[in-house]
């Protein structure tokens, strides 16, 4: 289990920002700006208390990027929630199809035929990113709100029957839906 956030600076009564572990070694605890330089570069917002929003999309950008931080694949999806922490994360917001492979599928299949053959996709796709976060709530892990925005339905309608079952099982709202986020392409 990572918690990455457990050093804070306190840079005045109302504000905090939370350094990760590896990058403690290069702060200096008297220039802010450096600091916050720093996090921006590496994409950690974790500033004021507030939660992050994460947006998994391997081809859009939301509009509003400035409250999205948005993860492009599987590994780096599971990297930003390892090294952030979900105790950190309001909101998560999956695509399904990752990659040239799920695309491919997504035309050849899901669009005309309407089913969906996970033995063509090569690369990890958004519901391989939501068994993640399902086993690590089984680990113990705080649950979040997932939603998903992709414009397969078939692959949404998994990811959300696999994090909707979680919940139900656990007596939680079942709350993950497919929504619509302005994005950019």
Known sequence: MVRDF?????????????IPK???GFVCYHNYKYLEKVLKQQKLHYICGMKLKIYLDDVRTPVDKDAWMVVRNYD???DRITKIGLKNIEII?????????AMAE???????????????????????CAKWLVEQWMDGQPIVDVYTHSANAIGSANIMGYINN?????RLPQNCVRVKIEHTV
């Open 106 to 128: 997504w035309h050849k299949n899901v669009y005309h035929n309407y089913t969906l053959n996970y033995d063509n996709i090569t690369e990890k796709t958004g519901y391989d």
């Open 6 to 18: 457990q050093f804070s600076l306190h840079l005045s009564s109302h504000y905090m920002i939370s």
């Open 22 to 24: 590896d990058l403690r």
């Open 76 to 78: 780096e999806f599971v």
């Open 93 to 101: 917001s999956l695509d399904h199809d990752l990659g040239d492979t």
């Open 166 to 170: 979680y919940r139900h099982v656990n």
